[in-house]
């Protein structure tokens, strides 16, 4: 059973930035940032492949970064250079199995954490 909690988020200006932080519990396959905006569909952001390997959607690469710390169970997101259309609530998330889908397709996120909200204002 994985178990995921986010921490962080909040209110920022345009060009600002923020990090958020998940404490993960149990043994996931891959885990993942998520983030979803009224209206909007769900989208994968930053995840590490079952190898380890970093991804990033196009939207936010060069200006996200994920990170983790597996002695200490957690796994970050530091957003930087923060746009509007970043605000949304974001998802910690995690696959116990491969599904055969790249981390940044959202397909298969069996475990979420409650989510934090991010906003960013002009």
């Known amino acids: 059973q994985v178990q995921l909690v986010e921490s962080g988020g909040g209110s920022v200006q345009a060009g600002g930035s923020l990090r958020l932080s998940c404490a993960v519990s149990?043994?996931?396959?891959?885990v993942a940032w998520l983030r979803q905006a009224p209206g909007k569909e769900r989208e994968v952001v930053a995840g590490?492949?079952?190898?380890?390997?970093?991804l990033y959607a196009d939207s936010v690469k060069g200006r996200f970064a994920i990170s983790r710390d597996k002695a200490k169970n957690t796994l970050d997101l530091e957003m930087n250079m923060l746009k509007p259309e970043d605000t949304a609530m974001y998802y910690c998330a995690a696959r116990d199995t491969s599904v055969g889908r790249s981390v940044l397709v959202d397909f298969g996120y069996k475990y979420r954490g409650q989510g934090t909200q991010v906003t960013v204002s002009s």
């Open positions: 590490f492949s079952s190898t380890d390997y970093k």
């Open positions: 149990g043994n996931p396959y891959s």
